[in-house]
Structures are given as C-alpha cells and as structure tokens.
C-alpha cells in the first residue's frame, strides 16, 4: 500500500553541511523505499547522487534560484537553463501531478512554497516540519519576522515539530489547530556512531590536523553569527588564559557569512588568545573535527533539535551546551552532559575546567550520552517514528 502513495517533498536545500539540509535528507531516506518521492530543491550538487538512486524521482531548482532544471529517470540526467517558461512549464507539471501529501521543510522553503502554492490549492494535504524555535526570529539573523513564521506554520494541515518543549510552545502561542506530531532529529549515523568505537581516535586524527597530542581540544559547530554564541567561547578562552595553566585550542567549525561573523572572527585572532582559536570555515565533513575533540561545547542561543549534540552524543564526546530550548531534551544536565545558561560565563568556565581536569566523568558523560542517542534518537527510531506519522496523515 506505501509504495502506491505518493509524496513531494519541498526543500530548500538538501544534503548540503547546514543542519536544517542534513535533517531534510535524513526525512527523505527515511521515506524511500516505502513511498514515492518527488522532490523540489535547488542543491544540485548535493542531492544527484541521491536522486541517481531514486528511479521515479524527478527534481528541478526553486524558481527563485533560477539556474537550472532537471529529471531524474534512473540515472540519467538533463539539465537546461531556467526561462520564464520553463518555470510556466514546471508549475503546468506540479498542476497535472497528483500526490498524496505534501512535506515543507522548514522555514528556509517558505519561499520556495508560496511560489508553488497555487499549484497545491487544498488539493493535496500539507505538512511543514517546524525546525526552528521563536527564539530564532529575534536573534538577527534571520530576515523573515515571527509574525510571518507563525502564518507560515497555520498555512498546513499538518505540522510536525522536531521538539516536543517547542511544540507546546508553538502549540500555546498560536492556539493550533493543525494536528500536531513530534519527530526529533537523527544523525548521520554511518559517519559518527564509528567514532567512538576507533581506538586512539584522538592521536591518529590530531596528526592528520597537526594538533599537539597534548593539547585539551574544544570544538564548536555552526556558522559563526549572534545567534550561535561563539562570544561566549571568547570569553571562555580569557579565563582559561589567564586562570589556568592548561594548553588548549578551541576550533570553530562552520562558515562565516555574515558581517557579525567576519568581525567577530577578526577581535578574536588580533586577541589575546588568538593562537587558541582555529576558524576552520564551512566543511562538507565535521567529523574529522569530533575524532580529534576531547570536548564540545555548543553555545547557541535559539535551538529546536541541533544535529551538532546528536552527533556528539553519538561519537561519544563529553558536552556542555546552552540550555535553551530543544536541548533539555538531549542532555541530562550532570548526567550524560552540562548545560549551561547563555551569557553565564562563569557558570560554562566551572563546567568546562570540570571536564578539562576529570577524566572519569568526561567518560561518564559521553558513554551515558550515546546510550541515550542510541536509546531514543536512532535513526531506527526516528524511521520508525516518520512511518507512523505519515500513515497517520495519510489515513
């Protein structure tokens, strides 16, 4: 009966490093094989040799893109530049379509669905996975406004949040009354479940990134912008600097792409403790980074299901994380990890010089957070989970 049904799925990225595209991905091969998928996104590169795998598939770019359209027909691929009447084209192909359920990733597709939405016009029912929290609309950096979120969300029928702390939340602030369902994150599971199974993980991978086998190594994953609270790291770094003889580095990982980051980046390595840090920028593969770390620490300030935490719980790294939001679900505070208040630099200087100078709860932490990921967040589960959502919908 699955394979009958039928399902577009609207992204406005997919597969690419930024966490939002992973987890779209993660819905998707969760979805192969038991239905049918059709796909829009504009990530190209990203998503062919997934696609090449997905014989009834075709996918073409966001008409905002405008770069190129393709089909997908086993594995072979046509590509033609984007005119005004390709795009006339695509819109006639969606409205002699017919599908079963249409699945919205994010915020990042809004534009990407109000440009095909017409083609929809209560045909077909709608589902968008909420991935972010209201905090993430009054950090800045984000240019779409909460009101336009909220009306965003109350466009579907369906709505599946990735927190159970933020679907309360959504659910209060807006009365919803879309049906709701809660489908937390995996992560890539192939790439960092082996991490923490590979003995000296550590010394083989700091050779390779030519970090001192002596040096305490701290890793923070995002894109460095307000939102991501990296300025908590710098002032970290100060009191270790100048309270504590030990050697450490703190390594961000991510893309700098905003004004604030580039700035940011700047005060830090003319600081200082400059020689501490190592901006890496965008890479297609952090798990380079989690072999070779003896800590994460994860300072955002707005996050709903953050795939970096998973996938440290699953390499089995010790964590200290904001507590805002989503992450109480992730971290048993003193137990499988630390949280700490953002902006409360005394309280992430305590927790972090804790797990600096005792190994035995490190190890503790990180053992209990990867049966914990194991436990409940699996990919298995979340497959599980996924299926029981969309037969649900489509019932």
């Not at 699945?103 to 440009?115: H, K, R, T």
């Not at 030519?210 to 923070?220: A, G, T, V």
């Not at 208040?341 to 490190?362: C, Q, R, Y």
Request: proline fraction near 3%; glycine fraction near 6%.
């Amino acid at each position: 009966m699955h394979k009958a049904k039928k399902i577009l799925f609207i992204a406005n990225s997919l597969g690419d490093p930024h966490g939002s595209s992973q987890s779209a991905l993660d819905v998707i091969n969760s979805l192969r094989g038991q239905y049918s998928i059709y796909l829009i996104t504009k990530t190209f590169p990203y998503v062919n040799p997934f696609v090449a795998k997905t014989y009834n598939a075709f996918f073409f770019s966001c008409c905002l893109e405008r770069t190129k359209v393709g089909w997908i027909f086993g594995r072979f691929k046509l590509f033609r530049l984007i005119s005004i009447l390709d795009l006339l084209f695509l819109r006639l192909q969606l409205l002699g379509s017919s599908f079963d359920l249409v699945i919205v990733n994010g915020y990042e597709s809004m534009p990407c669905w109000l440009s095909f939405k017409k083609c929809f016009s209560n045909k077909y029912k709608t589902c968008v996975i909420s991935r972010e929290s209201p905090r993430h609309f009054s950090q800045g950096d984000i240019d779409i406004s909460l009101d336009s979120q909220q009306k965003f969300l109350l466009d579907f029928d369906h709505i599946i949040f990735v927190s159970s702390i933020l679907k309360a939340e959504w659910s209060s602030s807006l009365k919803l009354r879309n049906a709701c369902y809660y489908l937390p994150n995996c992560c890539n599971e192939d790439r960092f479940l082996s991490i923490a199974n590979a003995l000296d993980r550590n010394l083989e991978m700091r050779c390779n990134l030519r970090i001192d086998d002596k040096c305490f190594l701290i890793i923070n994953i995002g894109g460095v912008e307000r939102r991501k609270g990296q300025d908590d790291l710098f002032e970290l770094a100060a009191r270790l600097h100048h309270k504590y003889s030990v050697n450490f580095k703190i390594v961000c990982v991510g893309p700098i792409n905003t004004d604030y980051g580039a700035t940011f980046k700047s005060n830090v390595l003319s600081s200082i403790v400059g020689s501490r840090f190592i901006f890496t920028g965008a890479l297609n593969d952090v798990s380079v980074w989690f072999r070779a770390a003896d800590l994460l620490i994860f300072t955002s300030r707005a996050e709903a299901m953050p795939r970096t935490i998973l996938e440290g719980m699953a390499s089995g790294i010790p964590i200290i994380s904001s507590n805002v939001d989503g992450i109480p679900e992730l971290i048993q505070h003193g137990v499988s990890g630390y949280m700490y208040t953002p902006g409360d630099i005394d309280e992430l200087e305590k927790f972090a010089f804790s797990l600096m100078t005792n190994s035995v709860v490190s190890k503790s932490f990180a053992s209990k957070a990867r049966n914990r990921y194991l436990d409940i967040f699996s990919r298995a589960n979340h497959r599980a989970r996924l299926h029981g959502i969309v037969d649900d919908m489509l019932s």
